[in-house]
Structures are given as C-alpha cells and as structure tokens.
C-alpha cells in the first residue's frame, strides 16, 4: 500500500514540480502563485500517515463517546494493541499532526502503554530529535544514522513530527541504561508553503520547544550560513525552558553543519567560537525577556560542548544527482556523529519507560502528561504576542503548571513522611 501510495504521489507532483520551475523562472515576482503552488505541492500526496492520523482520530473519539459493549467499541479498542505491534516492527507514529498542529494524547499514550505490555515491562527509552530548516536533509540524516525510514522525497517534507522506536541490543543495554532509543523527526522549519499561514510562526516555536524539552538530545542540523534563520526560534525554545528547566535535565544539543566544505582545524574553531558567541548573546536576550537574571550563557539552559557538540559535514552526493554516488565523506562524518551521539546517550540521565514518556509520576488530578504541561507553558503567553524576530521581543512571565507540580511533591513527600503502616511497625 505504502508504494503504491507513493507512486501516485510521485504522479500528482511532477506536473506541478514542472510548474512550480517555470513559475519561478518566468515570473519570480508573483509570491503569491509561487507560495499557492507550494500549498498544492503539499496538499496533493496522500500516505499511510494520513491513513493512521485518522485511526487515532477514530480511538479519540471513541473515548469521548457512550459506545459501551457496542461492536464498534471492541473492534476500536484493539487498534492501539495493533499499531503498538507495528510501532516494534519499525513504523514510525504520529507526535504532532502537521495539519492542525495537534498531539493526539490518549492515543499515543494507549499505543505506547500497550507497546510497555508486549515488551514485558523492559521499555525503558531515551529521546533524540532533530530539528532544523527545511530542505537541511534532517530525514536523510537520521536514516543514515540510525537505519530507519522516515519518509524523503516520497511526496512532500515531514510535516508535524513522528516518532519511531529502536530496540537497542541486548549487550549495550546496560551501557546505554535503556530497552529502546526512540527517534522524533520535525517537520522543516522556516517552509516557504507555510509561511503565509496564519498563526506559522507560533506553530514552529510551539513544535520546537515542545521535541527539544521532551528529548535527551536535540540535533540542530543546519547549513553553515543559516544560524540567522533558526536564531528567533532557538531563542523562543530558550525562552520556553526558562520555565520548566527546574523539573527536568538539560537536554544535550549538538550542532550538524551540513554541507560543510574542508576547513582547517583554525577555521572550524573560528567558526565554533563564533557560534558560541551567538547563542551567549541569544540566551542573555531570552533571559532578559524572562527576568532570570542568573541565566547569562547557553549552556546554563542547555548540555553544549562546543568543541565536541558539533559536527560538520560533507554534501550527501559526490557529484550531481540522480546518477552521483553517495559521498564516501559524508557516510564517515555521519558514522563518527553517531558515535557521538551513543557516548552522550551513555552520559544521559536514566528516565522511565515508555508510559513515563507521557505520564507525570502523580496521583491527583493535575497535568497528567508532560506534553499537556508543556503545551500549556507555551500556550499561556503566545496568543498574546505577535513575535517578530528582527525586532526585541516582549513577552510575559508564565508560571504555569509549575506551581501544581511542586504542589503535587509536596503531597508525595507529605505521603511518604506519613505512612501510617511504617510508623506501626516501627514499634516494638
């Protein structure tokens, strides 16, 4: 199905790929053509995601609907069972709808908690992510590094963000302190179809903050020229972990120049030195914004070492597509990147399973997921504000859910303090 999907994708597009160059050639002032063609571009292919998408609509749904006992209600409720076995055998699920910029909560968390079930127990995770502009080869980069298959070029570029699982052999599990490493890939930033919708610009900070603070590692892949284009976004994503910092780790962050020329040893500390320099002076910006006053660098929101935290690499072909061969430079660069990566996963702090994932460690009725808490942080203060990244950007201070979660250890502490069948028994 998938192949044949892709081949009629494949079909619907060529014409307007032809379109779209002649557009651009002849008449490159009318953006507002060129940016519709775009949107045809991206609307016209149909995949298995949109097939999925809709089966976690329908769970939802069901959730919120009296289908008691009813034959539609059992045959519904074996669908998270079902995908939860396709999810082990390598196919990626839905985080983010790309369309409505929506996380299906109840459904991924009943897919990932039937997945805990059929591994027995051992789901024990660790998140990298990766985010970027579009067209930088994020999807071509984690295939490369992780021999998964994130869809490239089938149709259009990732939209919202997926997530895959893979099983981490039985040797290294104690090394890497977990069962699966688990893979988000983000749709492109700064997408020229995009940028005429309402509302795009919240929708990228709301995307980015939400994988960056749910991710033990964030992969920043970028074109050596285009810090500028991701440097309002980053700064939001600093903004956003100013306040939920206190109740989690720092995720690591590593930098991928891609396309990266050969440059001397002096030339790529310049050029680290430099971006240090640049993310310093967009952390201090944020922190004012934020009133932390004790935030001055990057690395006091985020694990960055400059001179092992980035990487550069050569073009994917060595010579000009279609018939070029993959670049002997860039498959070493990606092998030595992942060795990388694997010593930083070793460094990460151990978190829970696959249930723990979504779910805060509470029994009252408070935020019950950290994507919900985390979306509600971001939630709090964006519709109030229109950002524009060149000029200073003015926004309130949030408290959201942090109060309720220092509230709910306070309970747990004030719990275990009071067990009332510990204090009996230490009597004699």
């Known amino acids: 199905m998938k192949i044949n999907l892709d081949r009629l994708s494949r079909q619907n597009l060529s014409g307007l790929k032809e379109e779209y160059k002649e557009l651009c050639q002849s008449t490159p002032e009318r953006k507002d053509l060129i940016s ?33 006992n009813s034959p539609q209600k059992k045959q519904i409720e074996h669908l998270p069972l079902v995908y939860a076995q396709m999810l082990l055998e390598g196919l990626p ?40 502009v579009q067209g930088t080869g994020k999807s071509t980069l984690l295939n490369t590094l992780f021999g998964v298959q994130f869809a490239v070029s089938t149709g259009r570029c990732t939209r919202g963000a997926f997530m895959q699982l893979i099983r981490v052999n039985q040797q290294i599990r104690k090394e890497l302190q977990c069962d699966f490493v688990m893979i988000i890939d983000t749709e492109g930033l700064k997408a020229p179809e995009l940028a005429q919708e309402k509302d795009s610009q ?12 749910l991710s033990d590692i964030t992969i920043i892949n970028m074109t050596m020229e285009a810090f500028a284009e991701i440097r309002g976004i980053l700064q939001m994503v600093v903004y956003n972990l100013l306040g939920i910092k206190e109740k989690m780790a720092k995720p690591k962050c590593h ?56 990487s550069y690499i050569p073009g994917l072909w060595h010579g000009i597509p279609p018939m070029a061969p993959v670049s002997v430079g860039y498959s070493g660069a990606v092998y030595d990147l992942r060795k990388r990566l694997i010593k930083d996963l070793q460094m990460c702090q151990q978190r829970g399973d ?41 926004l309130k201070k949030h408290i959201c859910g942090i109060a309720a979660i220092e509230f709910q250890k306070m309970h747990n502490n004030f719990i275990e303090k009071c067990d009332t069948q510990a204090m009996l028994k230490s009597y004699p």
């Open 255 to 310: 930098f991928v120049h891609q396309n990266a020329v050969n440059m001397s040893l002096d030339a790529n500390v310049r050029e680290r030195n430099k971006l240090l320099e640049q993310l310093d002076e967009m952390t201090l910006e944020a922190a004012k914004m934020a009133k932390s006053r004790h935030i001055t660098r990057f690395t006091d929101v985020m694990d960055y070492d400059s001179d092992k935290g980035s």
């Open 202 to 213: 919240e929708h990228e900070h709301k995307l980015a903050t939400l994988v960056v603070g």
């Open 354 to 394: 696959l249930r723990d994932f979504l779910t805060l460690e509470e029994e009252g009725d408070y935020s019950d997921t950290i994507i919900k808490d985390l979306l509600k942080i971001i939630d709090r203060f964006m519709p109030h504000h229109k950002v524009n990244e060149e000029t200073e950007i003015s």
């Open 93 to 132: 699920i839905e985080l983010v709808n790309g369309d409505t910029s929506d996380v299906p909560l109840k459904w991924i968390k009943s897919v990932l908690t039937c997945l805990h079930c059929q591994v027995k127990m051992n789901s024990k995770i660790k998140v990298v992510t990766v985010l970027g």
């Open 36 to 68: 519709d063609l775009d949107k045809k571009m991206s609307d016209c292919s149909l995949g298995l995601e949109h097939l999925f998408r809709e089966l976690g609509q329908l769970y939802e749904w069901s959730e919120y609907c009296s289908l008691e």
